[in-house]
């Protein structure tokens, strides 16, 4: 396969994510603006400039009219997808660093960082239909896992949350009610910060990856852990196909050491690994520094990649990674 | 192609040379038909296509081929993905120089590597060694001609002939165990006055691992030990194959060493490989020189 190089970044990636339809990618940077790609051609169709600091995580509502973006300036906004305005921003003390729209886009989650003495939260807003009625309040603010929350995420049927981070503990909390209702296990849980987390299209089970070199997938309402995937870099970005039993994994060395080695020993590749098995299928090689960002386009027939080079990376699979052999 | 343009057809008979139509057996005469005609597609989407030609005894036939045409909807997107198509640009993409060629198409064909080649499966191809019997347990390695489920090293047929790799394998444990408490201490004793030295000197002033010895160069870093007996034991059996690997990166240095039993067969495999492309690399093969110091 050829991929599609997108330098629309400055700086490196942090996120990236497909709409519904899978016919428009999102990428997120530490520049300050937000951009939508077309996700068959890669063509840009716009930015959304607003943001004063570098832009951690996105969602989009499911009709693809409302995106909200989290960012360093301490801010997370609403906006129209299809012109780019911004719709409402929310003010918060300390940087935004993960958001998720509920099932439904009535409410939204968005996490913030430990900063200047205030520890790490979730927040929970309620999202209006009509952005004139926007209120800035939080419904329901849950404090307590110690670091940076790097990731929350809806459970099912928007009754819990799923946060990870730097703690290396997975957690379920209630959202009605912000009780804490699981933690993993530490005997099987991860021994280091978790970078990211994907949910499955079915909602049914997530996928971790942590800098402890592993992703795992669990259970999203008993935490329960099915299956472990060990790879040989600290995985920042974990995607799953929506169409095969495969996941990705993308990583490597820390930015800050890539300079030291060899471009080949930082192991940039977005390493596929069969779910079930947990065995690697394959790797595919490119970017110039770690993959911080992957997604999977919803018909799972074509993937991106963030990488800290700046570049996002659009693969449409060839013919022959449909028939690599499956249980 | 006068088929094609009705308007032409008609012109063309009053140029017409029957002496020379004669030639082509026949077979010019088609722009003497009527045009080809095409009906619909209608709503219901059946076209009709009348055609006329020759048949072989030469009369005119008319063929009409009725076909229904059905449009394909558009699979791939949604219609209000149709819809986002047609969006205006916004943002910092209204100004988008056409220089600026924020997207590209990779020049490089990018693979999903697979760990395992898919053709690379065992060792099911044939060397052309009629020692090679079925396919037995893969546990059993021979160290000496490297083969795999066919004996073991003791057994092996080329025992004899072998400069064994391991020099000290041949021998009985007792002195064995000599041997490599002296080399704990730290003293030198050379081959020929270790105990169990059984071999003439002479012969074996070389070092052994010198011996039928062949150095591969400008290997890919992705060669490793077996993909190299893989290439080289076509030619013989094999009893040492070695890449060097740089210790701190763990990666091939792009050289490595076999040593062939035989030394017709070292001598086949250099001709045959000096010069032959392995892994996009072209390979250099020659007998291994001892190193002066």
């Known amino acids: ?327 | 192609m006068a088929l094609e343009r009705p308007g032409s057809v008609y012109k063309q008979p009053a140029k017409l040379r029957w002496g020379e139509l004669d030639d082509d057996d026949g077979e010019g005469l088609e722009f003497l038909l009527p045009p080809r005609q095409v009906i619909g597609p209608d709503a219901n989407g059946i076209k009709k296509v009348i055609e006329y030609k020759f048949n072989e005894d030469g009369n005119k036939v008319k063929v009409t081929t009725t076909t229904r045409v059905r449009k394909l909807a558009k699979a791939r997107f949604s219609k209000r993905a149709m819809e986002r198509r047609g969006w205006a640009k916004f943002g910092d993409a209204v100004h988008e120089d056409v220089g600026a060629r924020l997207t590209m198409v990779s020049t490089e064909e990018i693979l999903l590597e697979r760990p395992r080649a898919p053709g690379s499966k065992g060792e099911e191809k044939t060397t052309g060694d009629p020692l090679q019997l079925g396919k037995g347990a893969v546990l059993m390695v021979c160290r000496t001609c490297g083969k795999k489920g066919d004996h073991w090293t003791s057994r092996c047929p080329y025992k004899d002939l072998a400069p064994s790799p391991d020099s000290l394998m041949d021998k009985p444990p007792g002195s064995d165990q000599v041997v490599q408490s002296g080399s704990i201490k730290g003293a030198y004793v050379p081959p020929s006055m270790r105990a169990g030295a059984e071999r003439p000197a002479g012969s074996d002033m070389r070092r052994r691992n010198e011996e039928n010895s062949v150095r591969v160069t400008n290997l890919s870093e992705d060669t490793r030990e077996p993909d190299l007996l893989e290439l080289f034991r076509t030619f013989g059996p094999v009893s040492r194959v070695y890449v060097a690997i740089d210790q701190k990166t763990g990666v091939s240095r792009g050289f490595g060493f076999v040593n062939f039993v035989n030394k017709d067969d070292a001598e086949r495999a250099i001709i045959k490989l000096n010069g032959y492309g392995y892994d996009n690399l072209i390979l250099r093969a020659e007998w291994a020189t001892p190193r002066t110091n």
């Not at chain 1, 940087?95 to 979730?122: W, Y």
């Not at chain 1, 099912?156 to 990870?164: E, G, M, V």
């Not at chain 1, 997604?295 to 570049?311: L, Q, V």
């Open chain 1, 1 to 327: 396969m050829r991929p599609i190089l997108m330098k629309g970044h400055e700086r490196p990636l942090t996120f990236l994510k497909y709409n519904k339809d899978g016919d428009l990618l999102f990428s997120c940077a530490k520049d300050h603006t937000p951009t939508v790609w077309f996700a068959d051609n890669g063509e840009r169709l716009g930015t959304y400039r607003g943001h004063n600091g570098a832009v951690w995580c996105c969602d989009i509502s499911r009709d693809s009219s409302r995106l909200i973006t989290g960012s360093a300036d301490q801010s997370a906004m609403l906006w129209d997808v299809k012109s780019g305005k911004q719709l409402f921003t929310f003010n918060f003390d300390s940087p935004a660093r993960s958001v998720d729209f509920s099932v439904g886009e009535k409410m939204a989650v968005i996490t913030t960082d430990p900063f200047m003495g205030l520890t790490s939260a979730i927040h929970i807003k309620d999202i209006a239909a009509n952005p004139a009625d926007q209120v800035a309040e939080s419904k329901l603010v849950i404090k307590g896992p110690q670091g940076r929350i790097n990731r929350a995420v809806w459970g099912p049927l928007n009754k819990t949350i799923i946060s990870a981070g730097e703690d290396a503990v997975v957690r379920i909390w209630d959202a009605e009610t912000g009780q804490l209702l699981l933690e993993n296990d530490k005997e099987v849980g991860h021994k280091k910060p978790i970078t990211s987390l994907a949910k499955s299209t079915d909602g049914s089970h997530f996928l971790t990856g942590s800098l402890d070199k592993s992703a795992k997938l669990w259970d999203i309402r008993s935490l329960t852990l099915i299956k472990t995937y060990v790879t040989e870099r600290p995985v920042n970005a974990v995607a799953m196909s929506p169409l095969l039993n495969h996941v990705v994994l993308g990583g490597g060395q820390d930015a800050s050491a890539v300079t030291t080695t060899d471009h080949r020993a930082g192991k940039f590749e977005a390493k596929f690994y069969d779910k079930i098995l947990q065995e690697e299928i394959g790797g595919v090689k490119g970017h110039f520094g770690p993959i911080n960002a992957l997604a999977f386009n919803p018909d799972g027939r074509s993937f991106s990649s963030g990488g800290e080079d700046g570049y996002v990376r659009l693969h449409h699979f060839d013919p022959d990674y449909f028939k690599i052999p499956s249980i």
